[in-house]
């Protein structure tokens, strides 16, 4: 089985959803994003994400795939979902939901959260099947899993009211992830801001430099938690996402073990539309 953690990471800049508290109407902004995923300038895989904004309620549908030659050595695929809500400027998440394999193994994990103080606290987790090297990673403690985000949901990038959604506010900013299996943080600062033009947004971005901090669940000899926790090549542009008051991050640069990676939105939008239409 290849481990997609690493896969998890980088595509965890490429999305961000939510909506503020509020009774929940019969229909939703609908964020539609597509992504091109390649490594040292080689096209090798795709990215597609929907998310549902509803007053009080968000849900995001992502998926990832290798596509040609790197299909051809590694069919991998993965599908994630996550809901939960946004108040005051905070994400709460309340599930998550994950399938990843290539063609000799298939994993599902599932995790259910409730409100922390920030981000979730984590209740209950299943991983099918199960991990059998548990002993050779670093401990998750039950403090590890509190005020956390899973990483759909970490997406979600809430830039307090009254503060612009381009500029040092919609950057700087520490995310607390588990994913079932690993405890990381990322922390990302403020670089500038671009002019870009992409199939459905033409506008400003903010460019943040981001860090990886390895928590917990890593291998206890993991040469690729150890590169990227020191690994200063890392990068993510957020678009502002103006009617959820939120940042969307629509391209992620980061060196690999592999080499360069770079994930690209070629085609990014939101419109109205009805949530039971388009979530599922």
């Known amino acids: 089985m290849i481990r997609l953690a690493g896969l998890n990471l980088t ?3 490429t999305l961000g959803l939510g909506l503020l508290c509020g009774l929940a109407p019969a229909s939703a902004d609908v964020v ?3 992504y091109a995923v390649s490594l040292v300038g080689l096209h090798i895989g795709e990215a597609a994400a929907v998310g549902s904004l509803e007053p009080g309620k968000y849900r995001i549908d992502f998926s990832a795939r290798l596509t040609g030659v790197a299909a051809m050595v590694a069919d991998v695929k993965m599908a994630l979902t996550s809901t939960g809500a946004l108040r005051k400027g905070l994400v709460f998440p309340a599930t998550y939901a994950t399938t990843s394999g290539n063609s000799r193994e298939t994993r599902t994990v599932r995790m259910s959260l409730d409100g922390g103080n920030a981000g979730g606290n984590v209740k209950a987790v ?3 099947p199960p991990w059998e090297d548990w002993d050779n990673r670093i401990p998750v403690t039950e403090a590890n899993k509190r005020n956390v985000l899973d990483p759909t949901s970490a997406f979600i990038m809430a830039v307090p009211e009254g503060q612009p959604l381009v500029g040092p506010s919609a950057c700087n900013r520490k995310i607390p992830v588990y994913d079932g299996f690993v405890r990381f943080d990322i922390t990302l600062a403020y670089v500038g801001t671009r002019n870009v033009s992409i199939g459905g ?3 400003p971005v903010s460019v943040c430099a981001a860090r990886y ?4 669940g890593q291998k206890r000899d993991s040469r690729s938690a150890r590169f990227m926790a020191a690994n200063r090549q ?3 542009w957020l678009a502002p996402v103006p009617g959820a008051h939120v940042v969307v991050p629509i391209r992620v640069e980061l060196m690999t073990l592999a ?3 770079l994930i690209e939105a070629v085609e990014f939008s939101v419109d109205p539309g009805d949530v039971a239409a388009t979530t599922h």
């Open 126 to 128: 299943d991983i099918s």
């Open 11 to 13: 595509l965890g800049f």
């Open 201 to 203: 947004y033409t506008g």
């Open 213 to 216: 901090t390895p928590i917990a």
């Open 259 to 261: 080499g360069d990676a």
């Open 234 to 236: 890392m990068e993510a």
């Open 32 to 34: 539609r994003a597509r």
